[in-house]
């Protein structure tokens, strides 16, 4: 049973730029979240996709949007990339008709680094 | 203003004893609640999480004591082994609110010392 998988592993931008991150759901999940992780602090919620919209959203500027596709894998992407955008981005999957229980089960991350 | 808080950055204990891991938040509208555990360049690892109709969970070495009063919850590890080595973060959510996103602490950094 396949996890949570992200692409790519690293990756290195300059200010300014553009940046496109996937992630594909674990097995059976229809919800992705997406989290930045900077270090030394826990992960922060950016949004979550449910049936292709975005449902929820933390305190994050426009530069990040994302998208989901009827496959409920997803995309994370930033514009504009400052250098405070450097961190881990988590994706996290979920099945939504669970119910109450928000069991998030995340993959390895993407790691962007911004010069 | 940070809703889960960690206050421990690190802990460290002997290998075999009980490793006890703290958290506080401060939104009443939590009602679930969940511990990851997370080695270096991986993502978070589920553990174990707990309803906020319950106030204690167990799953083998793992248990999760909540006390909605105090707004505090415990992540228990009894007994410590070395594989427990890593960081824990707490997280938090308010499913009912509609907040569907985890509020995570900043994390312990659990050392288990042979």
């Known amino acids: 049973d396949a996890g949570v998988t992200q692409s790519p592993t690293h990756l290195i931008k300059t200010r300014g730029q553009q940046v496109t991150l996937r992630c594909s759901p674990k097995?059976?999940?229809?919800?992705v979240s997406w989290y930045q992780q900077a270090l030394g602090q826990g992960p922060q919620f950016i949004f979550q996709?449910?049936?292709?919209?975005?449902?929820q959203r933390g305190n994050f500027p426009d530069r990040f949007s994302g998208h989901q596709f009827p496959n409920y894998s997803s995309e994370l992407n930033v514009n504009a990339l400052l250098l405070g955008d450097s961190a881990l981005y988590l994706c996290a999957s979920s099945l939504r008709s669970s119910g109450r229980l928000n069991t998030q089960y995340f993959g390895p991350g993407t790691r962007l680094t911004v010069l | 203003d940070q809703q889960v808080k960690q206050n421990s950055p690190s802990l460290s204990v002997q290998e075999g004893r009980i490793s006890i891991l703290n958290c506080d938040y401060t939104n009443s509208m939590f009602d679930y609640f969940l511990w990851y555990k997370k080695y270096p360049a991986e993502g978070p690892t589920f553990l174990i999480s707990?309803?906020?109709i319950k106030d204690k969970n167990e799953d083998g070495r793992f248990t999760v004591f909540l006390n909605k009063s105090a707004k505090h919850l415990s992540l228990h590890i009894v007994p410590s082994q070395p594989g427990d080595s890593a960081v824990y973060f707490c997280?938090?959510?308010?499913w009912g609110g509609g907040a569907d996103g985890l509020t995570f602490g900043k994390g312990t950094h659990l050392i288990i010392q042979p």
């Open positions: 996709y449910y049936e292709e919209e975005e449902r």
């Open positions: 097995s059976g999940h229809d919800t």
């Open positions: 707990i309803s906020s």
């Open positions: 997280a938090a959510s308010a």
